[in-house]
């Protein structure tokens, strides 16, 4: 059931956690699927990471893990998740984010192979990994943190999560106005990171052609970018969609394929206009592509 793309996914849920601290180590997750490991020790860490991976998805429920997985790795978005459940989707999205706050905590302790101390440990390492200040309080987390090494160990990459989410800016995507605006944000932001010229062209060129697939297959999704750090600095564009997904990548991603027909560069073009490039996609569920451009120095 932990197919190689669930866990990979799972790791960039998690991962988000070590951006001031561990640049490097995070940027590592995120190219995970691109880059063969470069030295034993990694290939050691990166075998450890992912056994505390799958087991902290065993940790959850079932449906906790089912739902967090249709939303993250096939894409599906949270009002067509509550018709499923028979709920709101503004409850699926308050459960994906306590599902969320759980896997971290316990991939944290799975990493750490160690069970905690206190009957009141995991209550508040979830308030902190959730960043609830009011469970916080309720739990009386300060308090605990200066009792319980473990906690208050663990509770450092929790927090430091909480503070960086405003790096990543969310675009959704239904129409072909939201592929101009994409298209806008972006390039902004990737002026304000220094790219330059030629660069900024290419990368919005990159975003109006996976946010248009979005639009005329698709339907609904959205466009994540945020600034990456290492091995250098770079802008990281992952565009999700809830569509029928592509039965065939090797094939869209062939020069000259061009889904609709003549028009545009497609997945192809996007991917020669970018540094990296990668296609997580599941027939019938969605597509993620996750593209990356590095600024070039001096
Ligand atoms: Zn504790």
Redesign the pocket.
Known sequence: MLEPYAIVTARNVIASMWREKDRQRRNQHRVVDLRPPTAPDEELLAGEERTAIAEALARLGDRERRTLLAHEVAGQDTRSLAVELGSSAGAVAAQLNRTRARLRVEYLLALEQAE???D???A??LAISGGDRRRQREVDAAR??L??????R?SQPLMERGQQREEETRIPIRVDADIVTARQTVRELAARMGFVGTDLTLIATAVSEVTRNIVRFAGSGEVTVEAVAEPRAGLSVVARDTGPGIADIEQALTDGYSTYHGLGLGLPGARRLMDEFAVISQTGRGTTVTMTKWRQEG
């Open positions: 905690p101390p206190g009141r440990c995991r508040v390492l605990h943190l009792e319980c090494d473990l906690c208050a663990l």
